[in-house]
């Protein structure tokens, strides 16, 4: 089995508690990751917060910063075919989608590398003719960052970059559930020439190293993504530490299809809305809400497509769909599937978890008409499985997508533009696309709201957010200082 080591003020180590990884096309361990115990959390953040306050790289100027992160990015780029095959290894994501977003993960250190000396402070035309008064914009400090193991070189881009632009360190606590593609990005930053300490890696079990690193007094601000219910843990974590924290949670997003929608680019945009990355994406299109007169027609075609799928080894690059990435995610669909079909949705496609090594699931279709309220609709699978329901009236629309505890993102296809305006209005959600789906970029932010969470990632203002303002008061006048009871 292969080894993987967790990396800690710029060294590598391994030799402590491990645990083994699962291949889930296999269902086997393939791999052993060390497990991070408070120890490694406490020598982590000590790390961190020594390499704060470094003058190698506190003392760095700000373009400098860009410069090595404009080497980091250069470096993912390279490296972006063995990151692939070990995400693709360790998750079961398959690799045409692991080669095409490792590619692209380059891109977000590159617009960090570029903002890193744009970050600006103020000055403030302050009623006080003898006072110069400008806020400066200082790191926030030391940043423990916590992914969920879907997308993890994306999830941590997001983090390492704004936070390393605005001249912070990190601790990053890489997913137990498929730890290797970000112990393997540890040696390729390491290759950076960033100062040691800087980021640090770790892995391990949320409640145990995830919890003491989320309450640890030295760790200034948490940034996490992961489901709503890992993160009601970490807010009180982080009572002890009063860190401030941002939040990217879970969804489950409405794609909304009015009758004069293009339905093949709405059927192609459904497609890879749900069933992309096998269903397991925060951003899932799994909440089908399809106008009534075109819904059986809508139907039909999806199944079609569904029904070809080509499910198989993620690491085929003929393959669409390959497996969950754990055993505990496929029996949950299972059981939600089940108790949704009791209550009365009725399945359109797949459903039936085929037997043989794997944690397969094949590409699902519920029709929830008669059973609105069942788990299909309301909870997040994380799975290919999409509910649907139909509606008359744009009202009525906008009432069935914004049914939810969750706010991420949404989906509209229809050619009236001046409807599309008021659906982007009313819907409630972080994200809109229109005639369109799934779209990102480094210079758009992203998240939501409710369930899904709270705070942005991406754009300038993520990168605003790991820093905190200083207020700076200098006074001008050469007179002494009078009357000390007197303020001014
Ligand atoms: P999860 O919440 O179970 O785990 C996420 C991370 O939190 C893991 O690293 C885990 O070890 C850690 N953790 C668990 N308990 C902890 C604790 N008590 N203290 C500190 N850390 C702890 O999520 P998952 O199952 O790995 O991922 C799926 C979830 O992530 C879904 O809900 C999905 O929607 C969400 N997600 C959101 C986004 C987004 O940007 N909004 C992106 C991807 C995934």
Redesign the pocket.
């Known amino acids: 089995m292969q080894k993987f080591q967790q990396y800690i003020g710029g060294e590598f180590s391994g030799g402590g508690a491990q645990f083994e990884s699962i291949d889930p096309a296999t269902g086997r361990p393939w791999a052993l990751m060390p497990e991070a115990r408070v120890d490694d959390v406490n020598r982590a953040v000590e790390a961190a917060e020594h390499a704060l306050f470094s003058p190698e790289w506190s003392g760095m100027a700000a373009s400098q910063r860009g410069r090595l992160l404009y080497r980091l990015a250069e470096l993912v780029a390279e490296n972006a075919g063995r990151l692939a095959e070990l995400e693709t290894r360790d998750t079961g994501k398959i690799i045409r989608e692991t080669s095409a977003q490792i590619a692209y993960v380059a891109e977000y250190y590159r617009y960090y590398a570029g903002l890193a000396d744009k970050i600006e402070g103020a000055h403030l035309p302050v009623d006080k003719p003898d006072m110069e008064v400008w806020l400066r914009r200082e790191p926030i400090g030391v940043v423990a960052a916590?992914?969920?193991?879907?997308?993890q070189l994306f999830?941590s881009a997001v983090k390492i970059g704004p936070a390393l632009a605005a001249g912070c360190t990190v601790v990053l606590?890489?997913?137990?559930?498929a730890p290797a593609p970000m112990l393997e990005f540890a040696r390729i930053f390491d290759q950076a020439g960033f100062p040691k300490g800087v980021l640090n890696v770790i892995t391990g079990?949320?409640?145990q190293c995830?919890?003491v690193?989320?309450s640890h007094p030295k760790v200034n601000h948490v940034a996490?993504?992961?489901?709503?219910?890992?993160a009601r843990?970490?807010v009180r974590?982080s009572a002890e530490n009063l860190a401030s924290t941002s939040l990217?949670?879970?969804?489950k997003s409405p794609f909304i299809v009015f009758e004069d929608a293009d339905l093949e680019s709405a059927v192609n945009a459904q497609i890879a809305g749900i069933f992309a990355a096998t269903g397991q994406?925060?951003v899932a299109g799994s909440r089908l809400v399809v106008q009534n007169s075109i819904k059986e027609e809508f139907l039909a075609r999806l199944k079609e497509k569904a029904e070809k799928i080509v499910i198989g080894a993620p690491d085929d690059m003929a393959t669409e769909i390959g497996p969950l990435c754990t055993q505990r995610q496929r029996d949950h669909a299972a059981e939600l599937i089940a108790a949704s079909v009791r209550q009365g949705a009725r399945i359109v496609a797949g459903g039936v978890v085929s037997e043989g090594e794997g944690f397969y699931f094949p590409p699902t279709i519920l029709d929830c008409s008669d059973a609105p309220e069942t788990p299909a609709v309301t909870c997040?699978f994380?799975a290919p499985i999409l509910s649907v329901l139909g509606f008359d009236t744009e009202a009525e629309a906008l009432e069935i997508a914004n049914n939810t505890e969750f706010g991420?993102a949404s989906g509209l296809f229809t050619r009236d533009l001046a409807r599309a305006h008021r659906m982007i209005r009313g819907i409630r959600a972080g994200i809109v696309w229109v005639n369109t789906y799934r779209a990102v970029s480094p210079i758009v932010p992203?998240?939501?709201h409710g369930l899904?969470?709270h705070g942005r990632?991406g754009g300038l203002q993520a990168a605003l957010d790991y820093t905190r303002v200083k207020s700076v008061w200098l006074r001008t006048s050469d007179e002494p200082i009078p009357d000390p009871f007197i303020m001014r």
Do not use: M, R
């Not at 990217?248 to 969804?251: I, Q």
């Open positions: 916590i992914v969920p193991w879907n997308s999830l606590k890489a997913s137990e559930d079990f949320g409640d995830g919890s690193l989320t996490f993504t992961g489901g709503p219910s890992t843990h970490i974590n990217e949670l879970g969804g994406s925060c997040e994380f991420l992203f998240g939501g899904s969470g990632e």
